[in-house]
């Protein structure tokens, strides 16, 4: 097995990207249950959903549909035609935000360990906010990853402001199969596949709008409940979350996304009886608990998910987590 192809087998997504692609499957008649068994599962996998589904299953099953039906956009369609709710997590989330950019912005921390295929930061340039995304286990990722999530980030972009936003344009460090002119038709903008880096570009206009999908009574709650300690502690954990798996995590990044010198975030902290250090200890535990239980990664993927040199240094930390609880 090649290292390309042993990386399908790396990491884990939501069962729910299975579900979409098995309801678009289902819509266009065919007959669901035969190819999952194909990939030794079953129909009542999704009966789940907060459930986790190894990629390769996922990505075979999207691949299989493409060649059943004829479709190389197969995949695309489906997220399209996923109704508001099909993406979990990642929906609700998005309900969270005041605006398009702020629901991004409450996504991309969460993205790569909710769907471990890719990793999502955000930057702004001086017309649009553009979110990169890149490899967590492979050098160049699987289209039907990249593909998808270009289509979803256009798809919720439109439901939250009534159809008037989508992306402005999106590029894609794949080789195009073929596929450029029906994407764009399906995105309504530009599209750029053998690029330097995988982006989907936001216009200001989208960015800012009011997000119609965001809950008046989770907004009114988030702004009653958080004080300005409590969301410089959540900011920063945030941030660490979301630089982990890069090996980014440092006070200095931290603080310069912030918007503040390095020394003012550790005085900043240290007033609210925090430190960087602790806060991202406390990430990474809180993650490397919830991975360990789902039980979907191996020890590896974990510790290259939460930063770590090596699997040994994730070991010791997790031994001297237990100590610490003991």
Known sequence: MSPGQASRWAGDG???????LAREAEARGVEVRRYLAELGTEPSIMWNPAGRVRREIALSFAERMIEVTGDPMFHVVATQNAF???????????????TVGDGVRRVVPVYGLVNSGLRLSVREEPDAFVVDMEAVFEERPHFCDVETLIAAA???ARD?????????????????RGVRR????????????????????????????????????????????ASPARALRERVADLVR?????????????AEQLEMS?????????????????????????LASQLRRDGMLTPSEIA?????????????AVRRWRGSSS
């Open 242 to 254: 979301a630089s982990l798996s890069s090996g980014q995590t440092t006070s200095a990044r931290v």
């Open 182 to 225: 029906q994407l764009e038709a399906l995105l309504r903008c530009p599209v750029h596949y053998d690029a330097p880096r995988t982006t989907a570009r936001y216009a200001r206009a989208c960015w800012e709008t009011p997000s119609e999908l965001a809950h008046p009574a989770i907004l009114q709650a988030q702004g009653f409940l």
């Open 262 to 286: 390095e020394r003012s975030l550790h005085r900043r902290l240290s007033d609210e009886g925090e430190s960087f250090r602790e806060i991202v200890e406390g990430v990474r535990r809180a």
């Open 160 to 176: 939250a402001t009534s159809g008037r936003h989508g992306l402005s344009s999106a590029t894609l460090s794949l080789p195009d």
């Open 154 to 156: 256009d798809r919720r």
């Open 304 to 316: 290259s998910l939460l930063g770590y040199s090596s699997v040994s240094a994730f070991q010791r």
């Open 14 to 20: 939501s069962v729910l990207t299975l579900a979409v």
């Open 84 to 98: 508001v709710g099909a993406f979990g997590l990642l929906d609700f989330i998005v309900t969270m935000g005041s």
